[in-house]
């Protein structure tokens, strides 16, 4: 059972409901394509009080309008898999919490998307230093310095490798696919589906760069990479100013069954 390369690059959703939240991201899809443009700064800080600094979009509107474009299209990506829709739905929602941010991040990154950050107003690093443990909630989840570096490494990583289009597809798979996720009822299909992935992803490098010996590691250490950044800080940074304090994942589950 494999899934197909057909119309995952331009699969579009099904209908939607205009009276939820939902449709409010969805709606950004469109006018989010021509604002790839955002500058990233370039200031590289190597004080540890400085990476800790909070963090937030310089440009939020903007920004979020195109980080919602690529999570429609990341949603869209695993409803258009028919290996996934067959899952049962408990396995369809425990990969969705679990594979959603490294999707969402190879989105961002096939479609070159760069943004700006700026310190979040009255943050005080000497607060942070001093009160660590005791900060509140929401200054424990505010994106740091540090995490967003820790991101945009990824995604230079990624554009190094300069990955195609079906490239991108079958990473994209093996890291939906992941049998590690806990409380899977189907794992060993899971885990079946994964190779498959995996192995089409080995051929088609293979095909496109026949002489690259070590680019399946590469691509193997980005998506580890991938992996290892937050949800919270995704969460937080690019959907934070759009949803407010409606749960993400319920958002995600909606946006994935809907009809």
């Known amino acids: ?6 119309g995952i690059t331009n699969s579009t959703c099904r209908d939607q409901h205009p009276h939820t939240i939902l449709y409010s991201i969805l709606s950004c899809r469109e006018g989010g394509r021509h604002d790839n443009e955002l500058k990233r700064d370039t200031t590289v800080h190597s004080c540890h009080c400085e990476q800790r600094r909070a963090v937030c979009l310089k440009d939020p509107k903007a920004t979020c309008r195109v980080a919602s474009g690529v999570l429609v299209k990341t949603i869209c990506f695993m409803r258009s898999l028919p290996s996934f829709s067959q899952l049962p739905s408990g396995d369809q929602l425990s990969l969705l919490r679990h594979c959603w941010v490294p999707l969402f991040i190879l ?3 096939q479609e070159k998307i760069v943004f700006e950050v700026t310190g979040v107003p009255n943050s005080s690093i000497l607060r942070q230093i001093l009160l660590g443990p005791g900060l509140t909630e929401k200054e424990a989840n505010q994106p740091t310095l540090a995490g967003v570096h820790k991101l945009r490494t990824c995604l230079h990583q990624l554009w190094n490798l300069e990955l ?3 490239e991108y597809a079958y990473l994209k798979g093996a890291l939906l696919f992941n049998p ?3 409380g899977l009822s189907a794992v060993l299909l899971v885990k079946s589906l994964q190779r498959e992935a995996q ?3 080995q051929e088609v490098f293979r095909l496109l760069h026949p002489e690259d010996t070590a680019r399946f590691s590469h691509i193997l250490l980005a998506a580890s990479a991938i992996q290892s950044v937050g949800h919270s800080l ?11 304090n409606t ?8 946006m994935l069954f809907v009809q």
């Open 1 to 6: 059972m494999m899934f197909p390369l057909e």
């Open 107 to 109: 989105g961002l990154a």
């Open 164 to 166: 195609s289009p079906k």
């Open 180 to 182: 590690a996720v806990q």
């Open 199 to 201: 192995r089409a992803l």
């Open 234 to 244: 995704v969460t937080e940074l690019f959907f934070k100013p759009l949803i407010g």
């Open 247 to 254: 749960n993400m994942f319920h958002l995600l589950t909606e």
